[in-house]
């Protein structure tokens, strides 16, 4: 079982997405994580905190990822202003972008906006990592969240993000297995990223299951996420007890 919450350790993308919050709260937050025995995958906060990363050194020597959002996260800002937005972050020192699908226009059957729109987010993304978030809870049918899914991967997004986490339904087990059927479909590497309701560790590694089942990979970092604001404490404790 330790080998295992170390897998999931190194699976987490630690979330911290509330509102409102402030410098100190993240400071504190950030210093937590630093100073973390197991370290996760990624980080994944609001873009004008991105600054505050530069007082901890010790993620200069790691390869722990830098993630923020943007289009976050009602989906609905033009390109132009995401496009400015994924620039600021890298410039700030993101590695690690989560874009917000423009669902709403998915669901009006407005594809080609949709194509569009992840084609630009892409390119001024450039090498940075690239998760779409295509909000799935908000998708009314399964046929929705598998052509969004289909639209991210052939966007060349390197992963596929669930939800935000600030509608009403998260990551379901229907919408789970919708998506990584369709991953696991791709011609190429896409990442599954589970975010959304996700914060026990029997969840947690339920999808870990779920996600080695459907894609017969090995779950690791480059292939799968688990993003949670409340879930790395818990898991923290467990590892300890586990040692």
């Given at each position: 079982?330790?080998?295992?919450?170390?897998?999931?350790?190194?699976?987490l993308?630690?979330?911290?997405?509330q509102?409102?919050?402030?410098v100190?709260?993240?400071?504190?937050?950030?210093q937590?994580?630093?100073?973390?025995?197991?370290?996760?995958?990624?980080?994944?906060?609001y873009?004008?905190?991105?600054?505050?990363v530069?007082?901890?050194?010790v993620?200069?020597?790691?390869?722990?990822?830098?993630?923020?959002?943007?289009?976050?996260?009602?989906?609905?800002?033009?390109?132009?202003?995401?496009?400015q937005?994924i620039?600021d972050?890298?410039?700030a020192?993101?590695?690690?972008?989560?874009?917000v699908?423009?669902?709403?226009?998915?669901?009006?059957?407005?594809?080609g906006?949709?194509k569009?729109?992840l084609?630009?987010?892409?390119?001024?993304?450039g090498s940075?990592?690239?998760?779409v978030?295509?909000?799935?809870?908000?998708l009314?049918t399964c046929q929705?969240?598998?052509?969004?899914?289909?639209?991210?991967?052939e966007?060349q997004?390197?992963?596929?993000?669930?939800?935000?986490?600030?509608?009403p339904v998260?990551?379901?087990?229907?919408?789970?297995?919708?998506?990584?059927?369709?991953?696991?479909g791709?011609?190429?590497?896409v990442?599954f990223?589970?975010?959304?309701?996700?914060?026990?560790?029997?969840?947690?590694?339920?999808?870990?299951?779920q996600?080695?089942?459907?894609?017969?990979r090995?779950?690791?970092?480059?292939?799968?996420r688990i993003?949670?604001s409340?879930?790395?404490?818990?898991l923290c404790?467990?590892?300890?007890?586990?040692a």
């Amino acid at each position: 079982m330790f080998e295992r919450l170390t897998q999931l350790m190194s699976l987490l993308d630690v979330t911290r997405l509330q509102q409102p919050d402030d410098v100190q709260g993240v400071r504190h937050w950030l210093q937590q994580v630093a100073q973390a025995k197991h370290q996760p995958a990624a980080i994944c906060f609001y873009p004008e905190y991105l600054p505050l990363v530069a007082e901890f050194p010790v993620w200069q020597q790691s390869r722990l990822g830098i993630a923020t959002v943007v289009n976050f996260p009602s989906g609905q800002q033009s390109i132009d202003v995401v496009s400015q937005q994924i620039t600021d972050a890298l410039a700030a020192g993101a590695t690690e972008i989560d874009c917000v699908l423009p669902y709403q226009e998915l669901m009006a059957g407005k594809i080609g906006g949709v194509k569009s729109f992840l084609h630009d987010v892409r390119q001024a993304t450039g090498s940075a990592l690239l998760k779409v978030i295509i909000e799935s809870g908000e998708l009314i049918t399964c046929q929705q969240v598998a052509k969004a899914t289909e639209l991210v991967i052939e966007s060349q997004a390197d992963f596929v993000k669930s939800s935000t986490g600030k509608v009403p339904v998260g990551l379901t087990d229907e919408a789970a297995e919708v998506m990584l059927t369709v991953i696991a479909g791709a011609d190429r590497l896409v990442g599954f990223k589970a975010s959304g309701g996700i914060r026990t560790l029997a969840q947690a590694l339920a999808l870990m299951e779920q996600y080695e089942r459907i894609t017969g990979r090995q779950a690791q970092p480059q292939s799968l996420r688990i993003g949670a604001s409340t879930l790395f404490q818990e898991l923290c404790q467990a590892l300890q007890e586990k040692a």
